[in-house]
Each structure stands twice: as structure tokens, then as C-alpha cells.
């Protein structure tokens, strides 16, 4: 259910700020982008194939776990360690 839905469905708008607030911040939100892709992964010495795909899976699984809040280095340091763990 949508935020603009609970509201409606609320009924109680004497709370109007809270849900404002929360309207703000949901119009707001952009999608986290994994600071990674296939080309950084064979650049990482991967060759084109099924590995590429499975390095990336396990890097961002590590990225979400971790909340989203590693920077591109951090994610590139993840990667090498997964590379290293696979070969």
C-alpha cells in the first residue's frame, strides 16, 4: 500500500506533518545504484562468462546487507576479495 493510500485510509489527519513528512521523503528517494558492473569485474581479471554474473550477485548481496552505505572503493575491495575467493 502506497504512502498517499495509508493516508487516506487513515482517517485520523490530525497527524497531517507526520504524513507530510513522510510524503517528502518518499517523493524524495531515489534507488540505490550499486557502484559496480560486468566491465569493472573483468577488469578486475574475470573473463566474459558466467563468473561475471556471480561476482556481481555476491558483491551487491554483500552491498544490501551492509545497507547500501559502501562507496565505490569499499564495493571494488569486496569484489577483489570475492574474485580471489573464486579462483
Known amino acids: ?8 485510509a487513515d482517517g485520523d489527519h490530525g497527524n497531517d506533518a507526520a504524513w507530510q ?6 517523493e524524495s ?4 545504484r550499486l557502484p ?5 569485474i573483468m577488469a578486475g581479471g ?4 558466467p563468473l561475471v554474473g556471480r561476482v556481481l550477485e555476491l558483491v551487491e548481496q554483500w552491498w544490501i546487507d ?3 552505505v559502501a562507496d565505490r ?11 580471489a575467493s573464486k579462483a
Not at 1 to 8: D, K, Q, V, Y
Not at 29 to 32: D, E, G, H, N
Not at 46 to 49: C, E, K, P, S, T
Not at 73 to 83: E, N, S, T, Y
Open 29 to 32: 528517494w531515489s534507488r540505490p
Open 73 to 83: 572503493a569499499a564495493v571494488l575491495g569486496k569484489m577483489r576479495d570475492v574474485i
Open 36 to 40: 559496480l558492473n560486468g566491465a569493472d
Open 1 to 8: 500500500m502506497t504512502a498517499m493510500t495509508r493516508w487516506a
Open 66 to 68: 551492509n545497507d547500501f
Open 21 to 26: 513528512a513522510l510524503k517528502t521523503f518518499v
Open 46 to 49: 574475470v573473463a566474459h562468462g
